[in-house]
């Protein structure tokens, strides 16, 4: 079975998440609560092992919850 695949931007949105999500001292379960998903996605979205991803609307929810703006999320330049 082949691993799923994440683009380049995919990751990127991924790691800047986990990075304040750490910084902010959330645990997966706690987003996951917050955002109300399951206490298992947050941890699929940030393994490459799964094809769980985080959607637009996401990133606005995690931006309310982390108190900034969805653009932290993005590169400055595309890919």
């Known amino acids: 079975m082949s ?3 994440t683009s380049k931007i995919e990751q990127y ?5 986990r990075e304040k999500r750490l ?9 996951a609560r917050q955002l109300d998903v399951s206490e298992g996605f947050i941890g699929n979205v940030e393994s490459p ?3 769980a991803k985080y959607n ?9 919850i982390f ?12 890919f």
Do not use: G, T, W
Not at 24 to 30: P, T, V
Not at 58 to 64: D, G, S
Not at 67 to 78: M, N, W
């Open 3 to 5: 691993k799923p695949s």
């Open 67 to 78: 108190k900034c703006s969805p653009r932290e999320f993005l590169p400055k330049e595309p």
């Open 13 to 17: 949105i991924i790691d800047k998440i």
């Open 56 to 64: 637009i609307n996401h990133l606005n929810a995690i931006a309310k």
């Open 49 to 51: 092992n799964y094809r």
């Open 23 to 31: 910084k902010l001292n959330i645990s997966q379960a706690e987003l």
